[in-house]
């Protein structure tokens, strides 16, 4: 319970943009012991800091660190299971930027003579609970879509699509899908903007954002590709 309460307090002071409060107080919680609870609140909540859409300091890079810290330290927190999931997204990110470098230095190569001293800009990319129980997946979503069925627009739906989000979005999920996950979460911050669940889905929707951004310069490699293979 305690650690409920410390989580939906750190939540609120996201959602009220106090960032650097927020980091620098489970910094402090961190420091202090960093394999003992409540660390594992702090560095999951630093993990959302990092990875937060607003955040002008977001750095995908810090956060995984925190995230891989949280399963390191607590394996068996309720918590973990979300962290994996982030990093999972943060590798997909990942792998993308570092392929669209690679291509975009072959064009660059192949577009301009060696010793010319121009060089083409890279690309840039810098509550506890169980969500799934023994990883039925299909069974999560069917009791959660139920709830939806039974309360309509009424809490718990908020937290019944906060949990289909993150099914969907589950890395050990083998139906994983992002954009039914990117569904689940939009409805929750339209019909409910002032839930509890609310301000962790907008994280959710920035990370997805960035992997749309990064899907378009898929499209643009294939292109160069095309090009340098003609």
């Not at 039914?180 to 002032?194: A, E, G, M, R």
């Amino acid at each position: 319970m305690r650690a409920h309460q410390q989580l939906e307090q750190y939540r609120e002071n996201l959602a009220a943009g106090f960032f650097e409060t927020v980091i620098q107080q489970s910094k402090q919680v961190v420091e202090e012991n960093e394999t003992e609870t409540p660390a594992d609140v702090a560095l999951y909540v630093l993990g959302e800091v990092y990875a937060h859409h607003d955040y002008e300091g977001r750095d995908y890079a810090l956060s995984q660190y925190y995230f891989e810290k949280l399963i390191e330290n607590f394996p068996d927190s309720e918590l973990t299971s979300e962290a994996k999931t982030y990093i999972s997204l943060f590798e997909t990110i990942t792998a993308k930027e570092k392929a669209a470098a690679a291509v975009e230095q072959k064009t660059a190569q192949t577009e301009k003579p060696a010793g010319d001293g121009k060089e083409k800009k890279s690309v840039s990319g810098t509550m506890p609970r169980k969500v799934v129980e023994n990883q039925n997946f299909a069974e999560a979503e069917k009791r959660n879509l139920q709830i939806l069925e039974e309360v309509g627009k009424k809490k718990p739906a908020d937290e019944a699509l906060y949990n289909l989000g993150l099914i969907y979005a589950h890395v050990d999920n083998p139906a994983k899908d992002y954009k039914k996950s990117q569904v689940y979460f939009h409805v929750l911050t339209k019909q409910f903007p002032d839930s509890e669940f609310a301000e962790e889905a907008g994280i959710w929707l920035g990370l997805f954002e960035t992997i749309e951004k990064i899907q378009q310069i898929d499209i643009e490699i294939e292109q160069q590709k095309k090009q340098l293979n003609r």
